[in-house]
Structures are given as C-alpha cells and as structure tokens.
C-alpha cells in the first residue's frame, strides 16, 4: 500500500527504563617479573632511543607503531590459545561495538586445568609487564615511573565491528597500547578497515578534537601501537571493520603510574559527565498563537506540503490518543508524495555521487560542499550539517507538492526549505497542537546528514533533558527495496535514535551496553525510532533522557538524512489555562476550517512500532 495515499501513525515502543553502564574490565596486579628470551625482539628493544625520538615528533600527537617487536611463532600461538581456549562477550553501546575478554591481568590466578591451556598468552603477558619491558616502555614514551599494576584484554571487532573517538583518560592510566593479532597469513589491507584513527585538535581550541582524524594505522600482524594518554589530546578510534572474513584481533591495555595525569579534568570522559544538559541549550525562536486552532490559512500553507491526510480534523484524536499514551509517534508518508519523491531523488543521488553506502568505503571529505560541513567533536557526535541560507518563501510548490525552484534541486535547499517554511511555521505549530494537545512556545532545528560509514551522535549528560522538549524529526532514507527497508528496519545498519533513562551511577554517564533487545521485551527500556523515509517522528522527551543517533555503518543503503526540530512546550499551568481559552473559542463557533483539506482522505491508523 502507498503510505502517501493511506499513512500510517505508528507510537514508538515502551518508556525508557533504568539501565547499567558499562564497566571498564578490572585490572590486576603483579611485579617482580623477569623478561623471558625469546618472545620480545632485542633487536627492536635496542632501538629505544630512535623509537623515543620518533614518537616525541609524532603528529598529531605523540605515538609510535613498532614493528616485528614480538616472535610469530609466540603470538601465533597466542592467536590460536585464544581463538581456542578463551571466552569473548559481546559488547555495544553508543560508542562500540566489539566482544571483549575480561581481564587478562588476573591470567595468574587461574586454576592449573585452565592455565595450561593458555601457556604462550601468560608469558606474553608477563613479558609485556616484566621490569625490563616496562623500563622499555617508559625510555620510549618518556613517560616517567609505571607502577607494577596490569590492565589489558582481548578485543575482537567483527564484521561492523567498531570504537568511537575518546582519549582513553580513566584513573592513572598512563600509556596505551594495542598488539595485533590478525591474520598473518592474510595481511591486512586499508580496505579491510578497521585502522586505528589518530585525531588532532581543533586550532585554537584546546582539548577539542577535530571532527576528522588525520593518522589512520592499519592492524598488521605483529605490531604494536603505543601512545601517552594525555587528558583532552590523546583521541583516537577504531574505524568500522568492513571484511565480513577478518576480524580484527588484539590485545590491548594500559600502563599505570601512581597518581593522575595533569589536568585530567579535561578528560573526554569528563567531557561526557559534563553539567547535565549544558551540550543541549539552544536559542528557540518564539512561536506566535501556539494555542489558537488552525486557521484557513494555515491550511492553505499546510496542503502544500503534507500529505492531505493528516490535515482532516478526524484523524487528529486517533493520533492524540496514541501519543498521550505513549509520549511518542511516528507519522509515515508525511509530505505530499511529489514533494517527498523529489527528496529522495535527491539523497539517493548526493550519496551515489559521493561514492557512499552499500558497502562504499568511506572518505571523511564525501559531502562537505554546497553549504554543508561536518559538526563535532567527535567524541560526542560527527555528522553533517546544512548551513546553506534559508530560500526565499514564494509558493512555488506544484499541486502534487514538488517545489518547482530549480534552486532546490540538491538534498541540502530541499530539506531546509521544509525545515523553514513548513517546520519552523507558526501553522505547523498549530498543527501539533490538534495531533497532540500540547501548546508549543518555541522551535529550533537544523538539517543534518548522517554519512555511512562515519557519523552518530554520543549519549551524554551534557545533553541530558532538563526541561520537557518536544522532537519533531523528519528523516529521509534509501528504502525503496524490501532489501534496503529492512535493513534500516532491523537496525544492524545503525542510523536510528534511541532514547534512554541516564544513569546516574554509571561511570560514564552514557549508553548501557547492548541497549538494543528483541523487539518484544517489555524490558528493553530503550525507546529506539527507526529510520524510515518520509516519516515524521514525534517524542515527547521529558526531564533525565538522553538520546543519541547509532552509528550509521558503512552497510547501510545510504546515508540518513533528516530535518532535526526541537519544539518548547508551554508547562502544564499555562496549558490548563489555554485550553480554557480554546473551549470558549470552540463555544463561538470557531472551528479548525478541515474542509479545506483534500477530501476523502482516509483517517490515519494509529499501530505500535518495534525497537530497532
């Protein structure tokens, strides 16, 4: 059935619940170990001093990426002990997707049954945290004293697999290092992804990455990468691993010192654990006659571009009733179908010029032209946004809803000229006061791009809801196939928003891990709105959610772009108050003029809609 000839409302699933974050791995500790002959190279060690001079000269931060530094055949065998003998859980959050080993630092204390299957993993372990190596470490890094503490486990990102930008700061960690386990006998290649990205800092702007990294290190068989972490500098990520047959093995781990590093306030883990809601304010523009019913006029303005539908006064209690009940909705086919269609011509041809989508490789420069540049920083969100200046109002839509200005030709003008002159309106306001009884006070929103391969947005505190606000978001995607439908449907593809409950005990103040459940778990406690083109999704966030959109993988049929709009609703005294205004009004006579709207058209249906 066309959508834009029968829309749908469909309320998205239950109310967010209270949920754990995730826990770094416990760490362990151990001295006094001697360094084995045999599985460090004394070859690579003895040249600590030209190591040290090239990581202190390392951009974009101080690194080093040592090569042949252990023997094959010992990380080989670890490869297989652990491929063979060691149990991995999977792991995902906003932020990655992996499955993780606890921590190997405890390897001592296993049983003599266990252990004995896992001989060359604990002396790689030792050998990593014996005197001597640790003494190697610190004349490389300059780091200073380490303390005989171990930390270190074994990560696995599979196919989609992944680990958003942070700087690595949590107690007194002092160095960080990766040794990678891939394949040997299938070298690692750029286009098998999954690179360590280095990010630098934004000029002037101390402590803040840039949107993109400048460093990209691919996981070679016995190699391994170190780096100093330092509060606010050391950020880096895990690009998505795009080969379904390699997964990207490492171990990976810290050395401690005994205190702190300097200024680890600044840390992008504080960063996240920010002053709630301070990332969230926003300036909205007043909305005038919020309360008052819709107007002829409104409607003259509102028929050229929504789809008829939803502008028959009939429909309006079907979709209240879903909303007040759940404090969400979706709205499928809400633009009028021509308008909607030259949309997604549109995307599908901005993404396919870019070279992005369906399995694509990725390129962080795709799409940042005509008005449209990436917003960050990226360990709390990378996308896109449009700033192309506002067109003109001029009425130049055609009966069908297309718009006839050759000007709006390209995604960018089309979307913000839905976001001016239909979503920021005063007549669109009104409209959300019949489908939702809530008087809105003020609007803000922007146009964004959600680049596959690339770009999300992080749950945090500082965008923590500290005050009621209604999400208003049009998105538009590639699902013209059922392959592409129910990709983004299923939500392995990412590119969802999910709303979550913040937890005010977890350390980092983000997304618990593996948020997603089945679709039938009343316990999921994560309301996830898939995304779907031509479908206006409304969420009543109240105070304590967070929310963030997934990471789009490089899988997805193309990149999700939307029409982002945050809606001030006016606080229950003066709704009271104008609702009183609104029932005399209606006692006068005054009523919402639908008989302007295109006859016909059948009432939307209100239907429940499942997580991702």
Known sequence: MDPAADPETAAAGPPAKKLKAAQPPAAGVAGGYHLEAGIVSESVMATADHLHEQYQSADPYK???????FSVDVLRQVRDEIINNINATYKETDL???FQTGDLGNLDSLDPEAAAKLPALMKLKRALYSDEFRAFVTKVTGCGDLSARTDCSCNVYAYSGHLLCHDDVIANRRVSYI???TDPDDPWVAEDGGALELFPLVEGQEHTPAPNPTRAHLPLFNTMAMFTVTPGVSFHSVQEVFNPDK???????????????????KASLRQLQMRAGEDAAV???????????????????????VNPAYLVESAWPKIRQRFEEEGSV??????????????????????????????????????????WEPVGPPHKQRYMRYGGAAPASNGSSTANGSLSSSSAASAGPLLDRVRHELLSSGAFARLLKAITSITQLGVAGEVRRFRPGMDYTVAHYGILTTDPRLDVVLSFVDDASDESAAAWQAGEVGGFEAYLLADEEAEGGGAAEVYRVNADSEESGVLNVNAASNTLNLVLRDEGLMRFVKYVSFAAPGSRWDVAMEFLPEDDDDEAEAEAGADKKAERGEDYGQEDAEAGAEAPEAEAAGDA
Request: aromatic share 8%.
């Open 63 to 69: 690194h080093c990426v040592m090569q042949n530094l």
């Open 96 to 98: 990655f997707k992996v």
């Open 179 to 181: 040794i990678y386990l």
């Open 247 to 265: 997964p990207r093995m490492s171990i990976s781990g810290w050395y401690h010192a005994d205190t702190p590093p300097e200024q680890a306030e």
């Open 283 to 305: 300036a909205h523009t007043p909305i005038a006659d919020g309360a008052s019913p819709l107007s002829d006029d409104d409607l003259s303005l509102l028929v050229r571009y």
């Open 330 to 371: 979706q709205l499928q086919g809400f633009l009028k179908k021509g308008l909607a269609e030259q949309i997604v011509a549109a995307i599908t041809a901005e993404d396919a010029a870019d070279g992005l989508g369906n399995r694509k490789l990725p390129r962080y420069e795709a799409g940042a032209r005509d008005g």
